[in-house]
T-cell receptor, first 111, second 115 residues
Framework: GIQVEQSPPDLILQEGANSTLRCNFS?????LQWFHQNPWGQLINLFY???GTKQNGRLSATTVATERYSLLYISSSQTTDSGVYFC?????????????FGRGTQLTVWP | GAVVSQHPSRVICKSGTSVKIECRSL??????MFWYRQFPKKSLMLMAT?????????EQGVEKDKFLINHASLTLSTLTVTSAHPEDSSFYIC???????????FGPGTRLTVL
């Protein structure tokens, strides 16, 4: 299956700081999603972004499909941004859309 | 839109009993549903993929007789953990996908504790 690597594994920030999370993947994809898992375990969809750039408030994401990586930017971080951020991809050969998850980035934002 | 619910959110059961977890797509028709398991501080591990009206496809190493999956309608899939044991304690999460659309939407998860 496709390999997904996320970095850094842990990130500790002061409120107000900016951060960049990275996701590398080993093969061509037709789906790439970023999720935020909150402390209660709910996975919240942030972006569906197999290619290109999207922005939603303080969050933005860019996927460079030809170079097999995606970046998630968090600006002016808040304590509520804390949690685990997952990147997940589905390879081009998948008809059912099976997602492969990275190990996540644990983000802690201190007030 | 695109809401997926799971029930129950938490369940505690005795060893040897069976537990059923429901996953529902509330505002769309889910042609494909997925069941994941997540251990503490770990990533999600896909257990099985189910299409409405057909048998589930299980990932390697997942016992199909232990984790029974039924996708009887376009809005409901169930996971039954049969003869549960303490090692089955985990966080189980479902996701759903509408036909022809790549985006998956995830339920809030079910925390299973087997005593």
């Amino acid at each position: 299956g496709i390999q997904v690597e996320q970095s850094p594994p842990d990130l500790i920030l002061q409120e107000g700081a900016n951060s960049t999370l990275r996701c590398n993947f080993s093969d061509s994809v037709n789906n790439l999603q970023w999720f935020h898992q909150n402390p209660w375990g709910q996975l919240i969809n942030l972006f569906y972004i197999p290619s290109g750039t999207k922005q939603n408030g303080r969050l933005s994401a860019t996927t460079v499909a030809t170079e097999r990586y995606s970046l998630l930017y968090i600006s002016s971080s808040q304590t509520t941004d804390s949690g685990v951020y997952f990147c997940a991809v589905a390879d081009r050969g998948s008809t059912l859309g099976r997602l492969y998850f990275g190990r996540g980035t644990q983000l802690t934002v201190w007030p | 839109g695109a809401v997926v619910s799971q029930h129950p959110s938490r369940v505690i059961c005795k060893s040897g009993t069976s537990v059923k977890i429901e996953c529902r797509s509330l505002d769309f028709q889910a042609t494909t549903m997925f069941w994941y398991r997540q251990f503490p501080k770990k990533s999600l591990m896909l257990m099985a993929t189910s299409n409405e009206g057909s048998k589930a496809t299980y990932e390697q190493g997942v016992e199909k007789d232990k984790f029974l999956i039924n996708h009887a309608s376009l809005t409901l899939s169930t996971l039954t953990v049969t003869s549960a044991h303490p090692e089955d304690s985990s966080f189980y999460i479902c996701s759903a996908r509408e036909g022809g659309i790549d985006t998956q939407y995830f339920g809030p998860g079910t925390r299973l504790t087997v005593l």
